[in-house]
């Protein structure tokens, strides 16, 4: 089945950055779609970024737009997250899962499936 590792979240001031890392191990991922997935203190999980199997394709929140990058390493079996202007309400345990069908492009998060165990993220004001 394989899994999913998140590292790379910590403390940080607003206006930092951080880059996250999700590493797959016991599976290839590199013919999923990649998603990354945040989840506040008493909010549901929301959607941050997603990068297609080849990393030709990328689709961002609104709320991240312009300040997050998504990218992907196959031959490392590694997703990754570039967080650049942090603000307060980035703060959240962050997420990364695949895409359930290979080779395919859709958003809904019930789509996403084998969660890693999240890493947090505080941006303190």
């Known amino acids: 089945q394989g899994q999913l590792v998140e590292s790379g979240g910590g403390l940080v001031q607003a206006g930092g950055s951080l880059r996250l890392s999700c590493a797959a191990s016991?599976?290839?991922?590199?013919?999923?779609?990649a998603g990354w997935f945040r989840q506040a203190p008493g909010k549901e999980r929301e959607f941050v970024a997603a990068?297609?199997?080849?990393?030709?394709?990328?689709y961002y929140a609104d709320s991240v737009k312009g300040r997050f990058t998504i990218s992907r390493d196959n031959a490392k079996n590694t997703v990754y997250l570039q967080m650049n202007s942090l603000k307060p309400e980035d703060t959240a345990v962050y997420y990364c899962?695949?895409?359930?069908?290979?080779?395919?492009?859709?958003?809904?998060?019930?789509?996403?499936?084998?969660w890693g165990q999240g890493t947090q993220v505080t941006v303190s004001s």
């Open positions: 016991g599976r290839t991922i590199s013919t999923y779609a």
């Open positions: 899962a695949t895409h359930n069908r290979q080779t395919t492009w859709t958003m809904y998060p019930s789509d996403f499936g084998s």
């Open positions: 990068i297609s199997w080849g990393g030709s394709r990328t």
